[in-house]
DNA sequence: GTCTATATTCGGATAGAC
DNA sequence: GTCTATCCGAATATAGAC
C-alpha cells in the first residue's frame, strides 16, 4: 500500500517546509502528516533533522526538473516554452497553494548564514533548474553562454515572482514576469 | 535613560531576522546582541515576539524606503538612477553580508501561510519600495499605469536576485539584473 | 523496523520585587 | 523601567524493549 515509509517522510518534510520554514518544522508533525511510524525517523534518517532536509531538497529538486523539462518539451520555440511553463506554473499557485520549488527559497533565507550544507544544496537545487532552461534555449540555438546567462535570470526572476506570490497570495507577479520574457529574448536572440 | 533602548530591540532584531529568519530567533539573542536589559521586552512589547518583528518590519521599509530615495536622487535618469542603486546594493551585499531588506523576503516565506499580520506588513514593504521607483519612471514622463506595473516588476527582480545572492553568497545575480534593465526599459518607453 | 519512554535543552511568556 | 525567578510547552535526540 504504502510505497515507502521514507519517501512519505521526505515529500511531507519539504511541503511544511514550504509553509512553515525550516525551523518551524518539527519532527513531530512530520510524523503526524506523513503517517509515518513515530519510531522510524531516526532509523531512516540517522543524522536526523537536516538529514531530513538535505533529502527534501533533492527531492524538490529532482521534481521541479522534470516538471520543467516535460512542459518545456511541449513547445518547440523556447520563448513560448519557457512563457507557458511560468503561466502554468501561476495556475498551479492558485488552484493549490503547494507549488514545489519554493521550499527552496524558504530554505536559503534562513540557512544561508547558518547551515553551508543546506546553502549548497540549495545552491545546487538552483544550477540544475537553471540548467533545463539553458538547454532548451541551446536547441533553439542560442549559443552557450548566451543560454547560460539567460536560464539563469529565468530562474532569478521565477524565484522572486515567487517570492511577491506569496507576499500578495495572488500569481500576478508571475504572469506579468512571463509578459515580459519576449523583450529579454528579443535582443539577446540577436546575438544568437 | 537610553531611550533607544527600543530602537536598539528593533533594529537587532531586523538583522537577525535576516540571519536566522523569524522562527530561528530567540528573544534570547535579541536581548543579548542589542545589550537591552534583560527585564525589558516585555515593557516595551507586551504583545511579544510577534509585535517585535512587526516593528522591525516597518522599521526596514523605512529605512530601505529612504535609501532607495536617496540612490534615486543622484541621478535625473531613471534607468540610470535605478541601475546604480542595484550596482550599489550589490556593493554592499558583498562587504557586509547585512544587507536591509532581506528580512522582508524571509519573513514572507516562513510566515506567508501562518501568520497573516506579518504577511501583510511584509506586503505593505514591498509596495512602499515599488513606489519609490514608480515615482522616480514618472518624474522621466512615463504614465502611471506603467510607470506602477515596471516599479513592481524592479522590485520583484531585486528580490529573486537577493535570494540567488544568498544561495550563491556573491552579488553577480544582483549585476545581471542591473544590466538587462535597459531591455525591459527601451521596450516600454515607447509607451510613455 | 517500529515502539515507548525519557533526557535535555530551549522556546516564549508571566509574576512580582525593586 | 528593569530584574530575577519560574512556568509550561515544545523541540531534537537517545535508549532500549519488542
Redesign the interface.
Given at each position: 500500500m504504502r510505497k515507502n515509509t521514507k519517501d512519505e517522510i521526505i515529500r511531507t518534510t519539504a511541503k511544511l517546509i514550504q509553509?512553515?520554514?525550516?525551523?518551524?518544522t518539527g519532527l513531530k508533525e512530520i510524523i503526524e502528516q506523513s503517517g509515518a511510524p513515530r519510531g522510524s525517523i531516526y532509523y531512516h534518517f540517522p543524522d536526523g533533522k537536516e538529514q531530513i532536509a538535505l533529502e527534501a531538497v533533492k527531492w524538490t529538486r529532482e521534481a521541479v526538473r522534470s516538471f520543467i523539462q516535460e512542459e518545456l518539451s511541449k513547445h518547440e520555440d523556447a520563448l513560448i516554452a519557457i512563457q507557458s511553463f511560468i503561466l502554468d506554473s501561476a495556475d498551479r499557485f492558485e488552484k493549490n497553494?503547494y507549488f514545489v520549488g519554493?521550499p527552496i527559497?524558504?530554505l536559503?533565507?534562513?540557512t544561508?548564514?547558518?547551515n553551508d550544507n543546506l546553502?549548497k544544496s540549495?545552491?545546487g537545487a538552483?544550477e540544475t533548474w537553471s540548467l533545463e532552461f539553458m538547454k532548451k534555449l541551446q536547441e533553439n540555438g542560442y549559443k552557450e553562454s548566451i543560454a547560460k546567462?539567460l536560464g539563469?535570470?529565468i530562474?532569478?526572476?521565477?524565484?522572486?515572482?515567487l517570492?511577491?506570490a506569496?507576499?500578495?497570495?495572488h500569481a500576478e507577479?508571475l504572469r506579468?514576469?512571463a509578459g515580459?520574457l519576449p523583450?529579454?529574448f528579443?535582443?539577446?536572440s540577436l546575438q544568437k
Open positions: 509553509e512553515k520554514g525550516y525551523v518551524g497553494r519554493v527559497a524558504a536559503i533565507l534562513e544561508s548564514s547558518t546553502r540549495c545552491e538552483f546567462k539563469t535570470i530562474n532569478t526572476m521565477i524565484q522572486g515572482a517570492v511577491a506569496l507576499a500578495s497570495k507577479s506579468t514576469t515580459i523583450l529579454i528579443s535582443q539577446q
